[in-house]
């Protein structure tokens, strides 16, 4: 039996021709809803003396990373932003942790389970930990995810991005800290 189709609709269809400003409505949508922005404000302050937890049982302080540029990421398994971002930034400590690059994705998550689950199923090696309230109130508090932050190789606090990062983004940031 044939497919049944509907030839009004297929007319309707083949007259339909949106105009400039529709298309350039709708690529800014898909741009966006794929690549929302983020956005990056100076920050030049001190951290206070900060250790993180590791999920694989390894004990980190900010201060055993003086001399590298450091990412700390504050993200959740639930959150899809945080879920986009991750392939880019797993590329990114891949290419850049031999230059001088480290990261420390802080997750949000309640269950350290739901969280090695994730990160095996995707296969990032990132050093993870879970993200207590102190972690975030020495940051200054964390209302978005993601939300992350940069800071210096003589461990100063410089960038806050709130929003999605992305590799050429990081590139950019991480590629100026390192040459100071």
Same mark, same amino acid.
């Given at each position: 039996?044939?497919?049944?189709?509907?030839?009004?609709?297929?007319?309707?269809?083949? /007259?339909?021709?949106?105009?400039?400003?529709?298309?350039?409505?709708?690529?800014?949508?898909?741009?966006?809803?794929?690549?929302?922005?983020?956005?990056?404000?100076?920050?030049?302050?001190?951290?206070?003396?900060?250790?993180?937890?590791?999920?694989?049982?390894?004990?980190?302080?900010?201060?055993?990373?003086?001399?590298?540029?450091?990412?700390?990421?504050?993200?959740? $398994?639930?959150?899809?932003?945080?879920?986009?971002?991750?392939?880019?930034?797993?590329?990114?400590?891949?290419?850049?942790?031999?230059?001088?690059?480290?990261?420390?994705?802080?997750?949000?998550?309640?269950?350290?389970? $739901?969280?090695?689950?994730?990160?095996?199923?995707?296969?990032?090696?990132?050093?993870?930990?879970?993200?207590?309230?102190?972690?975030?109130?020495?940051?200054?508090?964390?209302?978005?995810?993601? $939300?992350?932050?940069?800071?210096? /190789?003589?461990?100063?606090?410089? /960038?806050?991005?709130?929003?999605?990062?992305?590799?050429?983004?990081?590139?950019?940031?991480?590629?100026?800290?390192? /040459?100071?």
């Amino acid at each position: 039996m044939p497919p049944i189709i509907n030839t009004e609709l297929a007319a309707r269809l083949k /007259k339909f021709r949106p105009d400039p400003l529709t298309l350039l409505l709708l690529g800014l949508l898909v741009f966006f809803w794929f690549r929302p922005p983020a956005w990056v404000s100076d920050e030049q302050r001190a951290l206070p003396p900060l250790r993180f937890e590791l999920l694989d049982g390894r004990h980190v302080s900010l201060e055993d990373l003086r001399g590298k540029v450091v990412l700390v990421n504050f993200w959740a $398994t639930w959150c899809p932003y945080c879920r986009h971002e991750m392939p880019a930034m797993q590329r990114f400590y891949a290419d850049w942790r031999e230059r001088g690059f480290e990261m420390i994705a802080l997750s949000q998550d309640e269950d350290a389970a $739901t969280v090695r689950q994730f990160l095996a199923e995707n296969a990032y090696y990132f050093p993870v930990g879970l993200a207590d309230a102190g972690h975030a109130a020495a940051f200054g508090g964390v209302s978005r995810l993601p $939300t992350s932050f940069l800071i210096d /190789k003589q461990g100063r606090l410089r /960038k806050k991005i709130s929003g999605q990062v992305h590799y050429a983004r990081l590139e950019d940031l991480v590629g100026e800290l390192l /040459k100071d």
